[in-house]
């Protein structure tokens, strides 16, 4: 595990020179690329976040109940020493790695706790609790912190994301939906959509008709894609003296997708490795994408310069042959005045139309973007593919042009450092992160 992050962090200091020279977001930090196995808990409140989290520690920990119960974040950790600590005591302290959570404001330190767990079968894997979503409009107010903007800095971290939905409100207030649209955007491949507390149901056409609600509400939430997520239907044996023996769903089937879940949270240390590559490759593939669109200004600034050259050294010897030509014709008076004007007419006519095409040839990092890959967004895959990626940048793109005026343009052995790790580095560490999971599987059996 250790080889990997190190070579990524190697990567990322690679990349850190040139991602600052164009403005783009800096690498990952080593902190963040070496920190343990995550799983974060998302979820309208009473989805049943808190109740899992104890589920799976198989103690107590969190508090659960119907009303509102958590209005922060709790991070728990895997320590030997049962430890509670609130959110000023673990910002201020660098050993426990989330100091950057103090850039979000008191409101959500004061929001914040940490925890400890010793459970044997979770290992090295830290759990987060988080409020829950609520309907408020303009939610961010209301909590006093960006919320948002927290759950992605988690989420950006975590290697599993359980997103719970309860029978009540199956992904309908708002800010699941911003945190779906927004927070988790590019994220999807660890997302988890858990269906809880499918034992309230009292028929199965109860829980079809929520089910539905529920894809109908996702699919509206998701940005366009081709297949809805899979999603577990399931539930927290919370409510043990009630017989299920006698309940109208059948629950062993719902018993089966929890063990299911349960089994990708034990999964989380694999992923970890799974992430930290993929999210090099996603950073690096942002960062080329960033830079190509800025260079191309370069490239289509020194084009233009070129094309007004060859304008006006046109324009220069027609001038010239004219005036030669009515120098030729100085007999004929008429002749030299008449040439005189066509002369002036015609640089005046040039004038202007260079003017107007190089007015239009001030190009948007849009424009940019499409006239640098061309060819490529020609294809209906790769375009798909490019267009997304670009969707991700864009905003740093614009943002870039307005700070700075010109940028050294990207050199040949940079592009070509950027190419070798997509190309060669990534793929090596996939396969070396595959062997080195076959080999403890093998090992554990
Ligand atoms: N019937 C049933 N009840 C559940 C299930 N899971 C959780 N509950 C109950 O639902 C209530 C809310 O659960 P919590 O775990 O507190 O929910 P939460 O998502 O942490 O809620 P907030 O912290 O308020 O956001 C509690 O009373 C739980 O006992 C389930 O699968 N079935
Ligand atoms: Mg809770």
Same mark, same amino acid.
């Given at each position: 595990?250790?080889?990997? #992050?190190?070579?990524?962090?190697?990567?990322?200091?690679?990349?850190?020179?040139?991602?600052?020279?164009? =403005?783009?977001?800096?690498?990952? !930090?080593? %902190?963040?690329?070496?920190?343990?196995?995550?799983?974060?808990?998302?979820?309208?409140?009473?989805?049943?976040? %808190?109740?899992?989290?104890?589920?799976?520690? *198989?103690?107590?920990?969190?508090?659960? *109940?119907?009303?509102?119960?958590?209005?922060?974040?709790?991070?728990?950790?895997?320590?030997?020493?049962?430890?509670? !600590?609130?959110?000023?005591?673990?910002?201020?302290?660098?050993?426990?790695?989330?100091?950057?959570? &103090?850039?979000?404001?008191?409101?959500?330190?004061?929001?914040?706790?940490?925890?400890?767990?010793?459970?044997?079968?979770?290992?090295?894997?830290? =759990?987060?609790?988080?409020?829950?979503?609520?309907?408020?409009?303009?939610?961010?107010?209301?909590?006093?912190?960006?919320?948002?903007?927290?759950?992605?800095?988690?989420?950006?971290?975590?290697?599993?994301?359980?997103?719970?939905?309860?029978?009540?409100?199956?992904?309908?207030?708002?800010?699941?939906?911003?945190?779906?649209?927004?927070?988790?955007?590019?994220?999807?491949? &660890?997302?988890?959509?858990?269906? /809880?507390?499918?034992?309230?149901?009292?028929?199965?056409?109860?829980?079809?008709?929520?089910?539905?609600?529920?894809?109908? /509400?996702?699919?509206?939430?998701?940005?366009?894609?081709?297949?809805?997520?899979?999603?577990? /239907?399931?539930?927290?044996?919370? /409510?043990?003296?009630?017989?299920?023996?006698?309940?109208?769903?059948?629950?062993?089937?719902?018993?089966?997708?929890?063990?299911?879940?349960?089994?990708?949270?034990?999964?989380?240390?694999?992923?970890? =490795?799974?992430?930290?590559?993929?999210?090099?490759?996603?950073?690096?593939?942002?960062?080329?994408?960033?830079?190509?669109?800025?260079?191309? #200004?370069?490239?289509?600034?020194?084009?233009?310069?070129?094309?007004? *050259?060859?304008?006006?050294?046109?324009?220069?010897?027609?001038?010239? %042959?004219?005036?030669?030509?009515?120098?030729?014709?100085?007999?004929?008076?008429?002749?030299?005045?008449?040439?005189?004007?066509?002369?002036?007419?015609?640089?005046?006519?040039?004038?202007?139309?260079?003017?107007?095409?190089?007015?239009?040839?001030?190009?948007?990092? &849009?424009?940019?973007?499409?006239?640098?890959?061309?060819?490529?967004?020609?294809?209906?895959?790769?375009?798909?593919?490019?267009?997304?990626?670009?969707?991700?940048?864009?905003?740093?793109?614009?943002?870039?042009?307005?700070?700075?005026?010109?940028? &050294?343009?990207? %050199?040949?052995?940079?592009?070509?450092?950027?190419? !070798?790790?997509?190309?060669?580095?990534?793929?090596?560490?996939?396969?070396?992160?595959?062997?080195?999971?076959?080999?403890?599987?093998?090992?554990?059996?």
């Amino acid at each position: 595990m250790t080889a990997i #992050q190190d070579q990524a962090c190697a990567l990322y200091q690679q990349l850190e020179p040139i991602a600052k020279r164009f =403005l783009f977001e800096r690498p990952p !930090k080593p %902190s963040e690329v070496n920190g343990r196995p995550m799983v974060l808990f998302l979820g309208n409140h009473s989805a049943g976040k %808190s109740s899992f989290i104890n589920h799976l520690l *198989g103690d107590s920990v969190q508090r659960t *109940g119907i009303a509102p119960v958590d209005d922060g974040f709790t991070i728990i950790m895997p320590g030997n020493e049962p430890l509670n !600590k609130d959110g000023a005591a673990v910002v201020t302290n660098p050993e426990l790695g989330w100091e950057e959570l &103090k850039n979000f404001g008191e409101t959500l330190v004061s929001r914040l706790r940490l925890r400890t767990h010793q459970s044997r079968s979770l290992g090295d894997i830290a =759990l987060i609790d988080s409020p829950g979503m609520i309907d408020a409009a303009n939610s961010s107010s209301d909590r006093g912190y960006d919320f948002p903007r927290v759950v992605r800095w988690f989420a950006v971290r975590a290697d599993v994301i359980l997103f719970l939905f309860d029978p009540d409100k199956p992904g309908t207030t708002g800010e699941t939906v911003q945190v779906l649209k927004e927070a988790l955007d590019g994220l999807d491949h &660890k997302v988890l959509l858990v269906f /809880n507390k499918v034992d309230r149901f009292e028929s199965m056409r109860d829980f079809a008709r929520a089910y539905g609600a529920l894809c109908w /509400n996702l699919a509206r939430a998701f940005k366009p894609r081709k297949d809805l997520p899979h999603i577990y /239907n399931t539930y927290l044996p919370v /409510n043990e003296h009630e017989n299920m023996h006698t309940h109208p769903l059948p629950l062993e089937d719902f018993d089966m997708a929890r063990e299911e879940v349960l089994g990708e949270v034990y999964l989380a240390p694999k992923r970890r =490795l799974d992430n930290v590559v993929s999210r090099l490759y996603r950073y690096t593939r942002r960062l080329r994408m960033h830079a190509t669109v800025i260079n191309q #200004q370069r490239i289509d600034r020194t084009r233009r310069v070129q094309y007004y *050259g060859l304008l006006g050294a046109a324009l220069l010897l027609l001038a010239g %042959s004219s005036i030669y030509g009515a120098i030729q014709l100085m007999t004929e008076s008429v002749f030299f005045g008449v040439s005189v004007v066509i002369a002036v007419a015609l640089a005046a006519l040039g004038a202007l139309v260079a003017f107007y095409v190089m007015k239009k040839q001030t190009l948007s990092p &849009k424009e940019l973007f499409e006239e640098a890959f061309e060819r490529p967004l020609k294809l209906d895959e790769q375009g798909a593919d490019l267009r997304a990626l670009w969707t991700s940048v864009e905003d740093q793109v614009t943002l870039a042009f307005k700070t700075a005026e010109t940028f &050294k343009g990207l %050199s040949r052995s940079e592009r070509r450092r950027i190419d !070798k790790i997509i190309d060669v580095e990534v793929p090596r560490m996939r396969a070396e992160a595959e062997a080195s999971q076959r080999e403890r599987r093998e090992n554990a059996a």
